[in-house]
């Protein structure tokens, strides 16, 4: 494994599955894993963010929905400082550019304030029209101040139904989105309620490298914003690329990821597009070997990591790599699995099962896509227990916990369409991108989020939603549980 220089923000390392494979077996099969971790980052050293909230405000978006979206508004507000600008587009049948791209001085967040009180529920869903509006917007070369735009930029949107006015199709939204999203924006999608698209708005946020929350209950808003907006201020690496570099005699036969994937040499080189990473976030590219055989005594190199990055604390550019090897004996003596390799095989494994599951559920065989989970939980727990590892501590016990949830969700027709389908959107793509967007948590947990890091979490020990939440999310959320209350309290 190669050293780290000390000066790189991201730090890289590499593991095989197995320490040995016979030198004479001449096909022989492994994964191998580049693992990938932020550091922690203080908030004197993030940059400033540029942030465009589409806002929903159709006829079914009245009342309390729109009320606490708009104390939302007023929170994030709140957590920005002068650097940062927030532009509000909302859209009903007709689509409404309320406030450009506006610094969060004093003067800015009052004018804020004055555009979001003034917003009222309308008609239809124009979620194409909104959505065009808001990325105008975020990619336009010059702020309406004059000045360049900011480091980090996204787009949050927001709905509660379906398109019904202007691109309503899933297709033609894929395809709108694939032709105008520029690469140095994200995009965020909250779905509010039960009776939204959750393939559709995932599909979107995955196109937009950013991420899907489903938004169940009313007072759950305000913790996927602060969830979302936590990380935005976060960011310490962009435009992070991997290339994947096959040795002699070794063949990639796959690779296990839904990031984009550019093939360089088939089955030798490819470069992954690993996208952005915030604070204290980990990264793993798992990879699928078939190895010759092996006429050497010393150990066999099998692919080198090369990771290529933007330092966004710096404004730098950084390169770091990782080779793995693995040994070649004639006769294997140890045949022990990496259990870090093994946790990541079971992660996409995990995301894998979830997906064909709700393939089988989408065609009405919800009893098939209980059998699939628990067929795959069992065979997870048969390979934790080969490992000599207890299942409790184990860190694919949350992954036991998501399939439990899943398959309750798919219990019948009702529940699945009303909450399993866009659970288990939620969760899937979490897993394949290794980020939190669950914020379904107790208040227990949420107020723990403010404890030192030192203190007993008692009943308050995170649970499997909060799997890759880093720290800057988490004191985020609790931040917005804090003020929502207060807020609530004081009307």
């Not at 007709?94 to 009052?110: F, S």
């Not at 996927?224 to 992070?240: H, K, R």
């Not at 604070?279 to 010393?298: K, N, Y």
Request: aromatic share 4%; hydrophobic share 40%; with cysteine.
């Amino acid at each position: 494994m190669s050293p780290l220089a000390p000066s790189k923000i991201l730090s890289v390392s590499s593991a095989a599955e197995h320490p040995q494979i016979a030198a004479g077996d001449a096909s022989a099969s492994t994964f191998v894993n580049c693992h990938i971790v932020a550091p922690a980052c203080d908030d004197a050293d993030r940059k400033p963010i540029d942030l465009v909230v589409v806002l929903d405000r159709s006829g079914s978006m009245a009342g309390s929905k729109l009320d606490l979206c708009k104390q939302t508004m007023t929170f994030l507000a709140k957590e920005l400082s002068a650097h940062d600008r927030v532009a509000l587009v909302s859209y009903d049948t007709y689509v409404t550019t309320d406030l450009r791209l506006t610094k969060m001085t004093a003067a800015g967040k009052t004018q804020l304030a004055s555009r979001v009180e003034k917003i009222c529920a309308g008609s239809c869903t124009n979620l194409s029209g909104g959505l065009l509006a808001g990325l105008d917007e975020i990619q336009s070369p010059i702020r309406a101040d004059g000045d360049a735009p900011n480091p980090v930029q996204s787009v949050l949107l927001l709905t509660d139904g379906h398109a019904n006015e202007g691109v309503s199709t899933k297709d033609g939204l894929v395809s709108l989105l694939e032709g105008v999203l520029t690469q140095n924006v994200s995009l965020f999608t909250f779905g509010y309620g039960s009776d939204h698209d959750a393939n559709l708005l995932r599909q979107l946020s995955d196109l937009g490298r950013g991420s899907y929350y489903f938004v169940q209950n009313l007072d759950g808003v305000s913790l996927a914003f602060a969830d979302c907006l936590g990380g935005l201020l976060s960011v310490v690496a962009q435009n992070i690329k991997v290339d994947v570099n096959a040795m002699v005699h070794v063949s990639i036969a796959g690779l296990k990821t839904k990031r984009p994937v550019t093939t360089i040499t088939p089955s030798a080189s490819y470069e992954i597009d690993v996208g952005d990473m915030y604070a204290q976030e980990e990264r793993d590219i798992l990879v699928q070997l078939t190895l010759d055989a092996w006429p050497h005594d010393a150990p066999q190199p099998l692919v080198t990591f090369n990771v290529r990055y933007a330092n966004v604390i710096t404004a730098s550019m950084e390169t770091t790599s990782s080779v793995v090897s693995v040994a070649r004996p004639t006769v294997v003596t140890d045949t022990t699995l990496n259990a870090d390799v093994v946790a990541q095989k079971h992660r996409i494994e995990t995301a894998e099962a979830l997906e064909a599951a709700q393939r089988e559920a989408q065609q009405g065989n919800l009893r098939r896509g209980q059998e699939l989970l628990m067929t795959h939980k069992a065979k997870m727990q048969r390979e934790v227990q080969a490992l000599k590892i207890e299942e409790e501590e184990c860190v694919q016990q949350g992954l036991f916990e998501d399939l439990d949830e899943c398959c309750v969700a798919m219990s019948d027709t009702r529940a699945y369409r009303s909450r399993g389908e866009q659970r288990m959107a939620s969760k899937v793509q979490s897993h394949w991108a290794q980020r939190s967007n669950d914020v379904e948590v107790s208040a227990l947990e949420v107020q723990s989020y403010a404890m030192p890091a030192s203190a007993p979490l008692g009943d308050a020990r995170p649970s499997a939603p909060s799997k890759y939440r880093s720290s800057a999310k988490a004191k985020m959320m609790s931040k917005a549980f804090s003020f929502m209350g207060s807020s609530s309290n004081s009307n």
